[in-house]
């Protein structure tokens, strides 16, 4: 099991609602495959792609859902909305 900590930025929030993408604070380890295979099985979600990014010694998680998996619906689930 993998650490991932959703972002509840005014950013993040802002791209779930128009971009139907959540942001997830990963480990530096964490490989694109790993976030994917984790995310799917634990939300019970699709997912379209995952870009990620590391700044100051962290690594950022954007993961884009498929059109039929509403992300707000997925924030609220997890408490981040």
């Known amino acids: 099991m993998m650490k991932l ?3 509840t930025s005014e950013k ?6 128009s971009d ?6 990963t480990g530096r380890e964490a ?3 790993d976030l994917k295979k984790e995310l799917e099985g634990t ?3 699709k997912i379209e792609s995952i870009n ?9 998680a954007y993961v884009k859902l ?5 992300a707000i619906d997925v924030a609220t ?3 981040v909305m």
Not at 12 to 17: C, G, L, P, S, T
């Open 20 to 25: 139907n993408v959540l942001t997830f604070l």
């Open 43 to 45: 939300l019970n979600i």
């Open 52 to 60: 990620t990014l590391t700044r100051h010694n962290q690594k950022y």
């Open 77 to 79: 689930k997890m408490g």
């Open 12 to 17: 993040a929030i802002r791209m779930i609602e």
């Open 31 to 33: 490989r694109k495959e």
């Open 5 to 7: 900590k959703p972002v």
């Open 66 to 70: 498929n059109r039929k998996t509403p």
